[in-house]
């Protein structure tokens, strides 16, 4: 008797050995002991997680930064601390309004996040590709981006409501003029600057501290779509902007960025004419140069976009010794919205991710949760 004709269920029901679902013979239904078919099934009625509300089309890679020039007489922080010392980092780009599947390549802000794998820790630098934002009060953000959003009842996004927010909120006139203007659609991520946009501060070996801009400056010159260019490549090439930044680097073209600082001591702070930590507002080059500190390269492409670029979690509040922060209240608020937007899109031990997790020994309280898998913080106490 062949195989075929010796496999039987339990009705006596010959069952085909070379299936690749089990069934009640050739034409039968299935059987419930098909447990890889209901496994492959439930995984896949679960892959999707919640998306990022804001941000959530986006792009990313590794790579390192540089330090070319001096500034530990600003910041004691160890990646700056001698010239030519190297830090491995990751780097997201995005744009904003967007939901998943939408094009990158259109009118919009772009943000810009940084996350440096210190021997310290993390240091994230969260900023967009403008050196502003629309609001300096954090209690309007989520009003701000309802109005970039699909309206509640006909679900697309109108340009009335933008208008309307922006009409009611006369502190966002800068950022809407460098939304308009050419810097609105770059062409594609590596062609654009970015910016930490808020204020923070640097305390260096004495602990006396500074406030600082963070300038991220494209090696690659700036350039960008016309209206009509971008209007056509979001329907031709939606993912123009994610294609060129891994096609450069797969084909060994590094995009490279040069940061610069901005300095203002306590007593320019008090004296300055407008609130230095409005992040509405500029600090003028004149008054406070660019200071070169050194070189951002992207020289490698995520192994799997989803482990690292869709689960790569930034926020504010990842800070190092020689960095910190200032009393801009946006920011104060981004430290707590961003951790805690990370905890529901991807569980409370999201840090301990491969892409989000720090190159160094960690101490922390944090124990149990979904999706701990490490020594759950058992080791010994000293």
Known sequence: MSEKKRLTNLSGIPVASNDTSKTA???????FEDYQ????MAHFNRERIPERVVHAVGAGAFGTFTVTQDITRWT????????????????????VAKSKGGPDIYRDLRGFAVKFYTEEGNWDMTGNNTPVFFVRDPYKFMDFIRSQKEHPKEHWRQDAMWWDFWAHSPESLHQVTILMSDRGVPKGFRKMNGYGSHTYSFINAKDERVWCKLHFKTEQGNDFFTEEESQRMAGVDPDYSTKDLYSAIARGDYPKWRLYVQIMTDEEAAEHEWNPFD??????HGDFPLHEVG????????????ATVEQAAFSPGNMVPGISWSPDKMLQARILS???????????????????RPRVEV????????????????????
Do not use: C, I, Q
Not at 37 to 40: A, G
Not at 364 to 369: I, L, M, N, V
Not at 370 to 380: A, E, H, Y
């Open 37 to 40: 078919l209901f496994e492959k």
């Open 76 to 95: 004691k922080a160890k990646l700056f601390s001698e010239v030519g010392k190297t830090t491995p980092l990751f780097t997201r780009f995005s744009t």
């Open 25 to 31: 013979g050739e034409r039968g239904p299935l059987l």
């Open 338 to 356: 961003y951790a805690d937007t990370h905890r529901y899109r991807l569980g409370v031990n999201y840090e301990l991710l491969p892409v989000n």
């Open 279 to 284: 992040l509405t507002k500029v600090w003028p």
């Open 295 to 306: 070189v951002m390269e992207l020289n490698e492409n995520p192994e799997n976009y989803f």
């Open 363 to 382: 101490a922390s309280y944090a124990r149990d949760g979904f999706m701990r898998f490490d020594d759950n913080g058992g080791g010994s106490v000293n």
